[in-house]
């Protein structure tokens, strides 16, 4: 892990000859493996959870790698829900390390972060002979490090939408035509409804590739009941599919997920109907509209962009119209800040700013500033720890308030912590569980 710190200054640099050359260094373990490939803007992880989930449920090996991480950095590597051993990570680093530093020696530039994190990724899902790995891309797609892979037996689009413009492009036909890089020859492709000059650009690429194209489309679910914490619908032939994650969005994901499942039976993974209904059950998503305490209410959100912010909206508006809701936000300056604020700040009664712990971060107090353009009722808190007192003293005496914290996965984990930390201190206080 001190290796890890040392080479984060190497930062991000879009292609694939790194990722190639350290791969080939490394036997290409990548070649020996099957995947899900998924990209998008938005719900790629929850996508990654239930397509993951339905296939452990079926019996295969399933290997799952993601980022960012929330909680712990092992969650970055997972088989079959759980996180890499520290001892394996090791083990799984130390040939990266020296196969890096070979690559420096021989002239190479030295390969960034994500690239010794995802052929390290390789080496483990290898080591214990995963059936299939579900790999989520990172910022695009085509020179996204996990485009090395050339074995995918499904590609996935989740929502894609404006986001990591400076790298991406700067409209939406751009932005697609990054993702769907990832497409290969003739390998099936999923996508969910997409905004029309992004559905156009991967219609086209799949065409050009001769792959089939399934689009998994939520106006065809029937019966749609929303909640919390269980939610049902129907597809298709599936009658009462039942999730446990909230947010409105979620069934759309579901949706895609199961047309996932779907291409990989015509691939040669069969999946039972039960295995389908108890991964879509089981399957769960740290930092997606999740709820991580009851009294109050505090709900947690990965929305960081501009759709994000749209989609939790949405769902604030849907779940708690008839409640008083408090925000905390905390985001990244390099992020359109201003549409975020404009989309989520008319839902709060009052909102509390943070200073996220990333050097990306825009100071809370300019946050501050920028929701107070249309929003009075903003405060900025020195720390999370004050953020989430301030937070629950508003929320005390109102039996139907909602704390809402969202604008950046990089403070959820420490977040988590704190209320977790908190209904300890309560739950022994009071000598029983709330």
Request: aromatic share 8%; hydrophobic share 40%.
């Amino acid at each position: 892990m001190e290796y890890m710190e040392s080479i984060q200054s190497y930062g991000v640099v879009p292609g694939l000859s790194g990722i190639r050359q350290l791969c080939r260094r490394l036997g290409d373990p990548q070649d020996s493996l099957k995947f899900v490939h998924i990209a998008g803007t938005n719900g790629k992880g929850s996508v990654l959870a239930y397509v993951s989930t339905i296939l452990r449920e079926a019996g295969y090996k399933t290997g799952r790698y993601i980022s960012p991480a929330v909680m712990d950095y092992r969650e970055r590597f997972q088989i079959d829900g759980r996180m890499i051993p520290k001892t394996q990570l090791g083990r799984c680093l130390e040939p990266v390390k020296e196969a890096a530093e070979q690559m420096v020696r021989d002239g190479y530039p030295h390969p960034t972060p994500f690239e010794v994190e995802t052929a390290a990724a390789f080496l483990y899902f290898l080591n214990n002979r995963c059936d299939i790995v579900v790999l989520e891309t990172g910022m695009g797609g085509r020179l996204d490090a996990t485009n090395v892979v050339r074995t995918a037996v499904c590609t996935v689009f989740s929502s894609i939408s404006m986001d990591h413009m400076a790298m991406l492009g700067s409209s939406l036909e751009e932005i697609a035509a990054q993702k769907a890089g990832i497409i290969k020859e003739r390998c099936p492709v999923v996508s969910c409804r997409q905004k029309e000059e992004a559905m156009q650009v991967i219609e086209r690429e799949a065409a050009q590739h001769g792959c089939t194209l399934t689009v998994g489309d939520v106006s065809l679910a029937g019966q749609v009941r929303y909640g919390l914490t269980k939610q049902r619908f129907h597809y298709g032939k599936y009658k009462n599919l039942e999730i446990s994650m909230a947010g409105k969005y979620q069934i759309a994901i579901a949706v895609l997920s199961l047309e996932v499942i779907e291409a990989l039976r015509v691939a040669g993974f069969p999946v039972s109907e039960n295995a389908l209904r108890e991964g879509l059950r089981k399957a769960e998503w740290t930092g997606r509209f999740e709820i991580i305490g009851k009294k109050p209410l505090f709900i947690v959100d990965g929305a960081h962009n501009e759709d994000g912010a749209a989609k939790l909206a949405e769902s604030v508006q849907f779940y708690f119209s008839d409640k008083k809701v408090i925000f905390i936000m905390g985001i990244l300056a390099d992020k359109e800040y201003d549409k975020i604020i404009g989309l989520t700040a008319p839902l709060a009664e009052q909102i509390i700013t943070v200073t996220p712990h990333n050097a990306r971060a825009l100071d809370g107090y300019e946050l501050a500033r920028a929701v107070r353009e249309v929003h009075p009722v903003v405060t900025a808190a020195d720390s999370l720890q004050e953020a989430v007192e301030m937070a629950c003293l508003l929320a005390e005496g109102e039996k139907d308030a909602v704390v809402v914290a969202f604008g950046s996965l990089s403070w959820l984990g420490e977040l988590i912590s704190i209320i977790e930390h908190r209904d300890m201190i309560r739950r022994d206080s009071h000598g029983r569980s709330e």
